[in-house]
């Protein structure tokens, strides 16, 4: 099983940035995605970014242009956001998926953007 480590989070003013970095333990041999899932209080946990092991990336409509993910090392994902808005904020959780299997999950960071 993938274990994942996530670091970065906090609080940062509207307009401001963060980052956030997720490390996977153990063995992730074949095709594989990583990326973010966020969960808002009383919202279902949605999809943010994703990037495969072969490089395909996916943003959601809301953090496209603002948010870049990036994976230099295969088990290591980041994060880039920037010109954050409150209605970001939420508890990030970083995943991980094999092809055919389910996501492992980090234990989440909260990202609070104030107004």
């Known amino acids: 099983q993938v274990q994942l480590v996530e670091s970065g989070g906090g609080l940062v003013q509207a307009g401001g940035s963060l980052r956030l970095s997720c490390a996977a333990s153990?063995?992730?041999?074949?095709?594989?995605?990583m990326g973010w899932y966020r969960q808002a209080p009383e919202k279902q946990r949605e999809l943010v970014a994703s990037i495969t092991s072969g490089g395909n990336i996916n943003y959601a409509d809301s953090v496209k242009g603002r948010f870049t993910i990036s994976r230099d090392n295969p088990k290591k994902v980041d994060l880039q956001m920037n010109s954050l808005k409150p209605e970001d904020t939420a508890v990030y959780y970083c995943y991980f998926r094999f092809m055919f299997g389910t996501n492992n999950w980090g234990q989440g960071t909260q990202v609070t953007v104030s107004s």
């Open positions: 153990g063995s992730i041999a074949g095709f594989n995605v």
